[in-house]
């Protein structure tokens, strides 16, 4: 069965430090996507990247960046020098490349920027 | 490109009566679209997969008869809620999935459901 860990619950922080976000996934799929999302408190899910099972590569986008880790099954997320805009919740997805591409996202992280 | 709207934002009503929220695929169509449900400070929960022009298939624990999805074209699908209680108070977001992008779901800005 396929599942997303978001263990941190919550996390505080103050402007311009940086900050890491964990997502452990599970899949028995060799070729799979993962993502992440952000929710800001008006709820629409802003899309923040995709990654394919074959593409290892870390990612860069300003001051996001995106650790893949397959061989521990983790697509880590830092934000660099954060900002009170960056306060939301995040949350990691996981599909299956082929078919319907239904996702299963984990619990979410609540990130608090304090200025 | 691709936009799912999602309508409406927000609705109030009263306990017994039906809510009907609209999803449409604006500049794409949308052979798979998706239902989710999220409570307060909680993670997103699938809650039924439509496909156009067929019954949807909805996940375990999901009550086929309170939640009507009906995925008429392929750019609109509908979720209604029938005599909805209190308990049916949530989130509620469509997403819609196309064959010309692989992998990736388009998400619509959600309703907010209070049943009074």
């Known amino acids: 069965a396929q599942k997303v860990t978001q263990a941190q619950t919550e996390i505080s922080v103050v402007e311009k430090e940086d900050v890491t976000l964990d997502c452990v996934y599970e899949?028995?799929?060799?070729?799979?996507?993962l993502f992440w999302y952000k929710q800001p408190p008006s709820g629409e899910l802003v899309f923040l990247i995709r990654?394919?099972?074959?593409?290892?590569q870390n990612e860069i986008s300003g001051r996001y960046s995106w650790n893949f880790q397959k061989s521990t099954s983790s697509f880590n997320f830092t934000i660099t020098a954060s900002q009170v805009v960056d306060s939301a919740v995040y949350f990691c997805a996981l599909s299956e490349a082929s078919g319907t591409y239904k996702y299963i996202f984990g619990t979410g992280t609540r990130l608090k920027v304090l200025a | 490109g691709a936009v799912v709207s999602q309508h409406p934002s927000r609705v109030i009503c009263k306990s017994g009566t039906s809510v009907k929220i609209e999803c449409r695929s604006l500049d794409f169509q949308a052979t798979t679209m998706f239902w989710y449900r999220q409570f307060p400070k909680q993670s997103l929960m699938l809650m039924a997969t439509?496909?156009?022009?067929?019954?949807?298939?909805?996940e375990q624990g999901v009550e086929k008869d309170k939640f009507l999805i009906n995925h008429a074209s392929l750019t609109l699908s509908t979720l209604t809620v029938t005599s909805a209680h209190p308990e049916d108070s949530s989130f509620y977001i469509c997403?819609?999935?196309?064959?010309?992008?692989?992998?990736?779901?388009?998400f619509g800005s959600g309703t907010q459901l209070s049943v009074l």
């Open positions: 899949t028995r799929d060799t070729t799979y996507y």
């Open positions: 997403s819609a999935s196309t064959p010309g992008v692989l992998g990736k779901l388009f």
């Open positions: 990654r394919n099972s074959f593409d290892e």
């Open positions: 439509s496909n156009e022009g067929s019954k949807a298939t909805y």
